[in-house]
């Protein structure tokens, strides 16, 4: 696939506080249209099909240097967590999950992540070490922004997203 779409950018995490509502752990479901929690409306929408993505500000993943911290965003769906910065063992375990770390290339552009936006991840059939990936919102007015993300994956752990994990890689 040449990039991953999301109907709702998770911002933020269970002890993030929302810039939507101000809350901590309560996320706006596309499905239903009410706030819940962020790992129920994460289950609802892999059981319904849709990936998702969390965005968050700076050193995140600070503390959550356990295998699980990034083993539950990918069993409840989860395909990329786009951040200014990440905790470096948290990063290194989201790979080892198959899921996508990704840091804004300009940290400013974080403030263009708006509620309810739909987000595409660009450039993912060219994947390679040191070249940028792309992200598109489409913002609900139908206005758009796109912007460079960072990554740090080498070829193994490229090898790692695209088998789904690197246990997967390494049962091919």
Not at 72 to 91: D, N, Q, T
Request: with cysteine; charged share 20%.
């Amino acid at each position: 696939s040449s990039g991953i779409n999301a109907e709702w950018p998770l911002r933020p995490g269970i002890t993030a506080t929302n810039s939507e509502n101000g809350e901590m752990n309560s996320i706006k479901n596309v499905l239903t249209g009410e706030f819940g929690p962020v790992p129920g409306t994460a289950r609802e929408y892999k059981a319904s099909g849709i990936g998702w993505l969390a965005v968050g500000d700076e050193n995140y993943g600070e503390g959550s240097s356990r295998e699980h911290a990034a083993l539950e965003p990918r069993h409840l769906g989860g395909k990329a967590i786009i951040v200014r910065s990440f905790a470096r063992i948290h990063e290194t375990n989201l790979k080892k999950q198959g899921m996508l770390p990704l840091t804004f290339a300009d940290h400013a552009d974080y403030d263009k992540v708006q509620p309810g936006d739909k987000v595409s991840i660009l450039g993912l059939t060219s994947f390679a070490p040191g070249v940028p990936l792309t992200c598109k919102l489409t913002h609900p007015d139908g206005s758009t922004d796109e912007f460079s993300l960072n990554h740090t994956f080498n070829d193994n752990q490229i090898g790692w997203f695209k088998a789904g994990s690197a246990l997967n890689a390494m049962a091919q």
